[in-house]
């Protein structure tokens, strides 16, 4: 982590990064995301396996659902330089661009869920007797 550029990457081969390829605020997210895509149950709805990300993170072009009052999400409104932030039914939670945003709209989003729905995403508690990630809030 001492190496992260949210706005671009790292060499790689001895290759230097270029627009073509994913930032490193993209890279941790997608390791966000797929992590709790192990950790969340399957659903009939996502057979890849992607229920964390199928449901609470949406990436430009695609726009958040905003139907459901009560429906949180992650919401990538930009691809280069990344920006996140997070969706509550019809509002657009902000947060300050730049090189923590990724991580402070992941902690606003488990903020959410803490303070809304009870430390509860679906049937998983992200608290100690469940996956034990709200720590991070403490």
């Known amino acids: 982590m001492s190496e992260y550029r ?25 390791l966000l995301c797929t992590y709790m895509n192990s950790r969340l149950p399957p659903h009939p709805k996502y057979p890849d396996g992607t229920t964390f990300t199928s449901q609470y ?20 409104s930009h691809i280069n330089p990344p920006c996140y ?3 509550v039914g019809e509002e657009i939670w902000d947060v300050p661009k730049g090189r923590n945003n990724m991580f402070q709209a992941f902690l606003l989003f488990l903020y959410h869920i803490n303070q809304k729905e009870k430390g509860m995403l679906g049937r998983v508690n ?6 034990n990630i709200l720590w991070t809030l403490e």
Request: aromatic residues 10%; proline residues 9%; charged residues 25%.
């Open 6 to 30: 949210w706005k671009s990457g790292g060499k790689f081969k001895g290759k230097p990064w270029d627009e073509h390829l994913p930032t490193d605020a993209a890279v941790v997210m997608h």
């Open 57 to 76: 993170f949406t990436k430009t072009p695609d726009t958040p659902n905003k139907a459901r009052k009560d429906h949180c999400c992650i919401y990538q």
């Open 85 to 87: 932030s997070v969706v």
């Open 126 to 131: 992200l608290g100690p007797s469940g996956i």
